[in-house]
């Protein structure tokens, strides 16, 4: 039995029903990276996210238009509109092309998204390359909602209604990380443009009515997720930080630009849904690339970990929840998928890239495999469950005396949606970038050993053995991989 997919929505914070927009149609803009760094494990949590809300659209029949951001000018080194752009500021300390390095990390952030199995979104949308976008509808709204000061044209948050309700501000103490500039009406009031001071050379700047300057981080989104998905679209997903300034002002743009109609009316905000992931946070406090020692991808790889761990390790918490890092639980992540993969390699010759419900539940006709396909439908139509959906997963990698083509059939479709590939377990085995030995080394001492224990010389079987155990070789006796690489 089908259920009825319920999502929780920040803006309300209730769980609602998905009543898309478009009948049969689910559009969903995803705010992306600034690319002036690489992307740390906390940021990566976010695209996971959206990739398994993504999925489940469409596990639930819907065509799914998905857009995410690159923001390659405009976000400050404050988050709440103070100090630098950080992509002018990372291109200065590094006497870089601000272009070059927004494509470089562009392209790391993009290959960490294709590494955790995150499917590409329908488009990638660039912000200088809509910047003429950009002033226009700053144009739209300035008359009735903006006010110009010596640094820019910026937005009267009292000229919309319920500003900040969907971070509960309810007192300027909220407001503490705003920038105070001279002369803003209200301490929450933000820029929509920034002109360039005098004296000072940017890489990246326009002509605007307001003068030569760049747009503010908040307008790009507006504008590309307006442009590309049309107000309203269904859902806006972002990290949990967005919710209480990006997003907010978000929103008032949004309302403005569309009449300023009340929250009451979650359309007026520009999505119907807002939807945001909690922080992963280390045993010192949310990852930050402040500190300048965050945790990336390769370096989990580098450390012999699969990718793939690392999506399952933010699956096992629901999204909404605050997970936190450690290397003993990504260990754990890895020794669980390692079981799944063996188990599906069984009965699985390859997993789909994206599965729907439908089409599964009419290939299944065992009454123990339709209860579970409907156990996890009923998960992910949770709010996303995925905790609850491993399970049924491993229940069903584990079912026995039913139909083998049919486990086949639910077993893959049940990865698919949770995004879930099915490596070899030779790609599995990763070489830390420290190990001391070669894949050649360790296979000579391999046959070293198989050769004393033919000899019944187990002295020098089990010496051979501790050895590579010292050098982070595991020997698995009787099984075919027969060693793998043990992540440092």
């Not at 990566?44 to 799914?64: E, H, M, N, S």
């Not at 992509?87 to 952030?109: C, G, K, M, P, V």
Request: glycine residues 6%; negative net charge.
């Amino acid at each position: 039995m089908k259920s009825s997919l319920h999502l929780f929505n920040s803006l309300t914070r209730k769980r609602e029903p998905f009543v898309p927009v478009h009948a049969g149609e689910a559009r969903v803009y995803t705010c992306g990276p600034t690319v002036y760094n690489y992307a740390h494990i906390g940021n990566l949590r976010a695209y996971v996210f959206a990739d398994v809300l993504g999925r489940t659209l469409i596990w639930k029949g819907y065509t799914l238009r998905h857009i995410i951001n690159i923001t390659d000018v405009g976000h400050l080194t404050d988050d709440a509109d103070a100090g630098q752009d950080k992509l002018e500021e990372a291109a200065r300390s590094r006497s870089q092309s601000i272009w070059d390095l927004a494509r470089h990390y562009t392209q790391a952030f993009q290959d960490d998204v294709a590494a955790l199995n995150i499917r590409a979104p329908s488009r990638w949308t660039i912000a200088t390359e809509y910047v003429p976008q950009m002033i226009a509808f700053a144009q739209s709204i300035a008359d009735a909602h903006c006010y110009e000061l010596d640094s820019g044209l910026y937005f009267d948050t009292a000229s919309v209604s319920d500003y900040g309700r969907l971070a509960r501000q309810a007192t300027d103490a909220g407001e503490g990380r705003i920038d105070a500039v001279a002369g803003k009406r209200q301490p929450a009031d933000f820029a929509i443009w920034r002109k360039t001071p005098p004296g000072e050379v940017r890489q990246m700047e326009w002509d605007s009515p307001w003068g030569r300057g760049a747009p503010g981080w908040h307008l790009e989104c507006s504008v590309m997720s307006g442009e590309l998905l049309g107000f309203p679209f269904d859902i806006h997903t972002g990290g949990i930080d967005h919710r209480e300034i990006h997003h907010p002002n978000e929103i008032a743009q949004n309302q403005a630009f569309r009449g300023c109609g009340s929250l009451d009316d979650a359309d007026h905000s520009g999505a119907r849904i807002w939807m945001h992931n909690n922080f992963l946070v280390d045993r010192t406090g949310k990852m930050s690339k402040s500190s300048g020692t965050f945790l990336r991808l390769p370096l989990l790889v580098a450390k012999g970990y699969h990718p793939l761990a690392l999506r399952l390790m933010y699956l096992q918490a629901h999204y909404r929840s605050e997970l936190e890092f450690s290397w003993e639980g990504l260990a754990a992540a890895l020794t669980r998928l390692k079981r799944m993969l063996i188990a599906a390699r069984k009965l699985v010759p390859c997993v789909p890239e994206v599965a729907q419900q439908a089409d599964v539940a009419q290939r299944l006709a065992d009454v123990r495999l339709v209860a579970l396909l409907d156990r996890f439908d009923a998960a992910l139509a949770d709010d996303l469950n995925t905790p609850v959906a491993l399970t049924i997963l491993d229940e069903a990698l584990a079912a026995r005396k039913v139909p083998a083509d049919e486990q086949a059939i639910l077993v893959s479709a049940l990865m698919s949606a949770l995004g879930l590939s099915l490596p070899s377990r030779e790609e599995l085995r990763i070489r830390p970038a420290a190990a001391q030995l070669t894949t050649r080394e360790v296979e000579e001492a391999l046959q070293q050993r198989r050769q004393s224990r033919e000899a019944k010389d187990f002295a020098t079987s089990d010496a051979i053995r501790d050895e590579l155990a010292q050098n982070g070789v595991e020997v698995m006796d009787g099984d075919p991989l027969e060693w793998e690489w043990v992540p440092h």
